[in-house]
C-alpha cells in the first residue's frame, strides 16, 4: 500500500472511530482541521479545485461515513446485460448481486 493511500485510510480509521465515540459530523471536521490533517481536496489538489483547501466540510465527512466500500456493503454484478450468440441464443446468465459479507479496510465490522 502507497503512503498516501495508508495515510488516507488512517484518515478514515480517525473519521469512524470519533463518530462511533458520539462526535457530530461538525466536530470532527473541526478536529481534522485542528490538527492539521489535509481535507480531500487538498490531498489532491489536481483532482479537486476548491479554493479553500484547509478545511473539512461536513460534506465530506458525511459521504466518507456513509460510502459503501468503507462500511462493508458493497455491491457487485448490480446491473444485467443480456447477450444474443451468432446462432440466435441467449447467453447464460451473469451471477446474482454478491453483498460484501466480510470485513473491508478498517472501518467495516461486519
Not at 6 to 26: E, K, T
Not at 39 to 49: E, T
Not at 67 to 72: L, M, P, S
Request: aromatic share 6%.
Amino acid at each position: 500500500m502507497s503512503k498516501r493511500r495508508a495515510s488516507a485510510a488512517a484518515v478514515r480509521a480517525r473519521i469512524y472511530r470519533d463518530f462511533l465515540r458520539g462526535m457530530s459530523i461538525f466536530a470532527i471536521a473541526e478536529g481534522l482541521a485542528r490538527d492539521g490533517i489535509p481535507s480531500p481536496s487538498a490531498h489532491d489538489p489536481g483532482r479537486n479545485g476548491h479554493p479553500n483547501t484547509k478545511a473539512w466540510s461536513k460534506s465530506a465527512i458525511r459521504v466518507i461515513l456513509t460510502n459503501a466500500r468503507y462500511t462493508g456493503r458493497q455491491v457487485w454484478n448490480k446491473q444485467h446485460k443480456t447477450k444474443t450468440l451468432i446462432l440466435g441464443s441467449p447467453a447464460p446468465s451473469p451471477p446474482q448481486p454478491a453483498h460484501n459479507a466480510g470485513r473491508h479496510g478498517c472501518c467495516s465490522d461486519r
